[in-house]
């Protein structure tokens, strides 16, 4: 069955990270400023150096997995890829200057998503598809009136981690209930028919969302790849 991809955006203490203690066989890559905090299988990276070095862990850590269970996770959690899109930043502001800055950010955040390809795609080095969960921050820009990701330069231009899926939630604090929204704003999309455009996050199973998404994509590609 093809693996899930699904990107799941918030402001700060939302309750995106709270959404995946319903996952099984998951993995967690944490890096997020502080200790990652769920009964999860997890990594926590203290420092960032560069992107090799982060892809480097996750293959290491990915065995250490295997030898724990006896089998690699189903899922592989970026908790948060904002936060690495901001040590990817910092690393080329300190190293590099001019046009050269970015022209980096740009080479390190291409590492990173090439990476995310391959881990989705049966056809790598574990032989098996992975399921990628994306965890983004927003802000509110308020020359655009709405919500946006952290992130900048030509990589924010054409839609940062938004534009890598298909599938993507938006969780907001409204009120005193947490709402996760699947279609209706600029920051959520579904191909899955029937979904609610909103709905209570106590209610909302991210695992079982995942595998929702699975079987649409694995329909779609039984049916309509050529």
């Known amino acids: 069955m093809s693996a899930a991809k699904i990107l799941i955006t918030g402001m700060s203490n939302a309750g995106k990270t709270t959404l995946l203690k319903t996952l099984q066989n998951c993995l967690v890559i944490s890096r997020d400023g502080k200790p990652f905090s769920l009964p999860l299988p997890h990594v926590n990276i203290p420092d960032y150096e560069n992107m090799d070095d982060v892809l480097a862990i996750i293959t290491e850590k990915l065995e250490v997995y295997k030898k ?121 999309r579904t191909l899955i028919e029937g979904m609610p455009e909103k709905e209570e996050a106590d209610n909302f199973n991210l695992q079982e969302y995942l595998d929702k998404v699975r079987i649409q994509i694995s329909k779609v590609t039984e049916q309509w790849s050529i």
């Not at 200057?97 to 291409?110: A, F, I, L, R």
Request: with cysteine; aromatic share 12%; charged share 25%.
């Open 68 to 188: 724990k269970t006896g089998e690699y996770p189903d899922t592989i959690v970026f908790d948060s890829a904002s936060r690495i899109f901001t040590d990817v930043e910092t690393y080329c502001l300190r190293k590099y200057s001019g046009y050269d800055v970015w022209s980096n950010v740009n080479k390190e955040m291409t590492k990173l998503l090439d990476a995310i390809r391959q881990l989705q795609d049966s056809n790598n080095g574990w032989n098996k598809a992975f399921n990628i969960v994306i965890i983004a921050h927003i802000v509110w820009d308020a020359e655009a009136k709405r919500y946006i990701e952290t992130c900048k330069g030509s990589f924010a231009k054409i839609g940062g981690f938004l534009s890598t899926v298909d599938y993507a939630i938006n969780i907001d604090l409204v009120g005193k209930k947490r709402i996760v929204t699947h279609h209706g704003n600029n920051l959520s």
